[in-house]
């Protein structure tokens, strides 16, 4: 009786034990939650003294990590800090991915595969856990950073719908909202409906977070704009963009208000109030790092517009310069060749490997080999006898086929007129790289064009000649020096990527 008391009673403290185990780790995953859903609202202020209530050191120091992530936004470079030590599945090892995916991302350049790599990871951590706010967390920072990731190839659907089936409140689903909404122009095209906009237009006032906010203005703004062409409601939004976000000084801020002001320095442009143009795009020489790159690259190809506009061509020219300067640092060239040669490491070593087995077994093979020759034999002089019979119907349509040839290269036309009436030659242009809502347009001199615009519009244009490659490009195949598994090398020495979706043309 007594043995079987004792047995009872440690039954009875192993589950007292499991279940506040079991109740400490729910409490730490709460915290964890609570935390998140304070941040998402970027207020940072508010957000540090949450996470100065969280016990765990590990995950305040995480959490703070991925706080001065958003505070700072690759303005002025940050250290990056040694790789993940933990791949379990578990919060901290979540937020340790998610961190040094965006450090990667933010601070340095041509890592974009492999900070999408740790990203990707810290998504598939938090799915595995089934917790939504971390999981809407790690999703918000690849839709936020997606013009960043340069290696995502199509648009985010895969993203966009983990998101939205993981959505927890109503706040969470107005960010969705917005997200969807800003990666939804083509050019000037909206590709998601007027659904969408009316959506946006009902939740401005239940938006919590002054950034969301202040970003549904400005897809508002980006719609009148390039949609309906309504400049002074375009202007009205984008200004209430501005308001909304006066006074943050930090880099998430800053980066949001530049390229509102960017969005409203095109909008003056096309109306061709120049004057109006230059304070939109002033430069901040004391702010630098990746992002800083990244609006400069926007803002040195529409001051070189300007100066061109207003016949200045020395001016024109140094904001050229310096826009070639930035692409230059962004170029992957470093990225692709360094996955050309795995490729090829790969493709040698399988080759070495079926020869090797192919010399084991050729006395076995040879005998088959003499049978297949035998019938290759026979085959062949059948396929003669019936060449010859066919000869002359298959020469009349050679001809046909050259004659219509000829006639085709006879009516394409030789040049294309853009918006702002300048003429292109077609045997000039190398390529075309769609760039947010407009298109650059690169020659063999050396010069480019930008024009407002979208890729499906303008390749049906040009001739046959034109392949698109990726979703964003378009080439002159007359300009193709070699083609990869997943990019091309043009003649001078450019790469361009090509992507899944357009893999069979090449």
């Known amino acids: 009786m007594f043995n079987l008391g004792c047995k009872g009673f440690?039954?009875?403290?192993?589950?007292?034990?499991?279940?506040?185990?079991?109740?400490?780790?729910?409490?730490?995953?709460?915290?964890?939650?609570?935390?998140?859903?304070?941040?998402?609202?970027?207020?940072?202020?508010?957000?540090?003294?949450?996470?100065?209530?969280?016990?765990?050191?590990?995950?305040?120091?995480?959490?703070?990590r991925y706080l001065n992530t958003y505070k700072n936004y690759g303005i002025d470079f940050n250290t990056i800090e040694s790789k993940p030590n933990s791949s379990g599945p578990n919060p901290n090892s979540t937020i340790q991915n998610l961190n040094y995916g965006l450090q990667l991302l933010l601070n340095t350049y041509n890592n974009e595969s492999q900070a999408l790599s740790y990203l990707d990871r810290a998504l598939n951590l938090s799915i595995s856990q089934q917790n939504k706010v971390l999981t809407c967390e790690v999703i918000k920072a690849i839709l936020i950073y997606n013009d960043r990731l340069l290696v995502l190839e199509d648009y985010p659907k895969h993203y966009l719908t983990t998101y939205k089936n993981n959505i927890y409140d109503e706040q969470e689903k107005y960010i969705f909202w917005v997200l969807e909404a800003d990666m939804g122009f083509d050019g000037d095209k909206f590709i998601h409906g007027e659904e969408i906009i009316a959506n946006i237009k009902r939740i401005i006032p239940l938006i919590k977070s002054k950034y969301y906010k202040s970003m549904a203005h400005k897809i508002l703004g980006n719609y009148y704009d390039l949609v309906l062409e309504d400049y002074p409601r375009a202007l009205s939004h984008h200004k209430k963009a501005l308001d909304l976000i006066a006074g943050q000084s930090t880099g998430l801020y800053h980066t949001l208000r530049e390229s509102i002001k960017i969005n409203m320095a095109v909008i003056f442009f096309m109306q061709q109030k120049y004057d109006q143009v230059f304070p939109l795009l002033q430069i901040n020489q004391n702010l630098r790092g990746k992002t800083i790159d990244y609006l400069n690259s926007y803002r040195y190809v529409w001051?070189?517009?300007?100066?061109?506009?207003?016949?200045?061509?020395?001016?024109?020219?140094?904001?050229?310069?310096?826009?070639?300067?930035?692409?230059?640092?962004?170029?992957?060239?470093?990225?692709?060749?360094?996955?050309?040669?795995?490729?090829?490491?790969?493709?040698?070593?399988?080759?070495?490997?079926?020869?090797?087995?192919?010399?084991?077994?050729?006395?076995?093979?040879?005998?088959?080999l003499g049978i297949l020759l035998l019938v290759l034999a026979i085959l062949y002089y059948l396929f003669r006898n019936y060449k010859k019979q066919s000869g002359q119907l298959q020469e009349e349509k050679s001809e046909t086929l050259q004659k219509l040839d000829e006639l085709?290269?006879?009516?394409?036309?030789?040049?294309i007129v853009l918006k702002d009436k300048t003429k292109i030659y077609i045997a000039d242009l190398m390529y075309i790289k769609a760039e947010d809502h407009y298109l650059k347009l690169f020659l063999s001199d050396g010069k480019n064009h930008l024009v407002r615009g979208k890729i499906k519009a303008i390749k049906e244009e040009l001739p046959p000649n034109f392949l698109q490659c990726h979703r964003s490009y378009v080439v002159n195949s007359n300009f193709i020096k070699q083609v990869n598994a997943k990019s091309l090398i043009i003649y001078n020495n450019e790469i361009l990527p090509i992507s899944r979706s357009f893999k069979e043309g090449f």
């Open 10 to 64: 440690g039954v009875f403290l192993i589950a007292c034990c499991f279940s506040s185990f079991t109740a400490l780790s729910f409490a730490k995953d709460d915290i964890l939650d609570q935390v998140l859903k304070e941040i998402r609202h970027f207020d940072f202020q508010h957000s540090e003294s949450v996470i100065a209530k969280v016990n765990d050191e590990s995950i305040s120091y995480e959490l703070n």
């Open 303 to 368: 001051l070189k517009s300007t100066y061109e506009k207003l016949n200045q061509l020395d001016s024109a020219f140094y904001f050229s310069e310096k826009s070639r300067v930035i692409r230059n640092k962004f170029s992957q060239i470093d990225h692709a060749s360094k996955v050309a040669k795995m490729r090829l490491d790969s493709e040698v070593n399988s080759i070495n490997a079926k020869a090797e087995k192919l010399q084991s077994n050729l006395n076995t093979v040879l005998p088959i």
């Open 408 to 415: 085709k290269q006879l009516v394409i036309k030789n040049h």
